[in-house]
């Protein structure tokens, strides 16, 4: 789990009965991934290598924080093994909502609270994807009309998959390494 911030994910897997490795720039969120029982460790993706060969490496909701996602992504793709998979999961900072409030003057992009220094739309996380050796199996707009509204979810859902650059919050995405 790169990235893992306080370990739900990788607590989630672990509980699922997967071996998880955890990793994070943050000392404080490595702490709580520890308290979970969850091997863990302060690493910066964008200055280290990742040690050994995973099947799997999460990074959901990290690369609008790095200086260079494609440097970060090479890295996570280097230690995948042969056909190993690495699922991500970036925010789409161009949607709709965001694009009405800019509109009226109240562009709310970043901040303290959330300090992306990197903002991508769908095709744009598709053209950095490509420009690594991954090749994208499935990719999943997530709309921001939650399930619970029942036919707007839906509705929501389908526009998402129709128009991701204006309706999906995010993108999730499955990745697989090429073979070589």
């Known amino acids: 789990d790169a990235g893992c911030g306080r370990g739900w994910n990788s607590a989630f897997f672990q509980q699922k009965g997967f071996n998880v490795e955890a990793f994070d720039i943050s000392p404080e969120a490595i702490e709580l991934t520890r308290q979970r029982g969850i091997p863990a460790q302060v690493l910066d993706l964008e200055q280290s290598q990742l040690e050994g060969e995973y099947d ?35 925010p789409n900072e161009f949607h709709i909502l965001r694009r009405i409030k800019i509109l009226f003057g109240q562009p709310d992009l970043g901040g303290y609270n959330a300090p992306h220094i990197r903002f991508f739309s769908p095709k744009e996380i598709r053209r950095l994807i490509r420009s690594t050796g991954l090749e994208i199996v499935n990719a999943h707009p997530v709309s921001f009309i939650p399930p619970s509204f029942g036919y707007l979810s839906r509705m929501g859902d389908f526009l998402a998959r129709i128009f991701p650059g204006l309706f999906s919050l995010s993108l999730l995405l499955k990745t697989t390494k090429r073979a070589r």
């Open 56 to 90: 799997v490496i999460l990074c959901l909701e990290v690369l609008q924080f790095v200086i260079d996602p494609l440097k970060v992504l090479l890295k996570l793709e280097s230690a995948l093994k042969p056909r190993g998979e690495l699922i991500l999961s970036l």
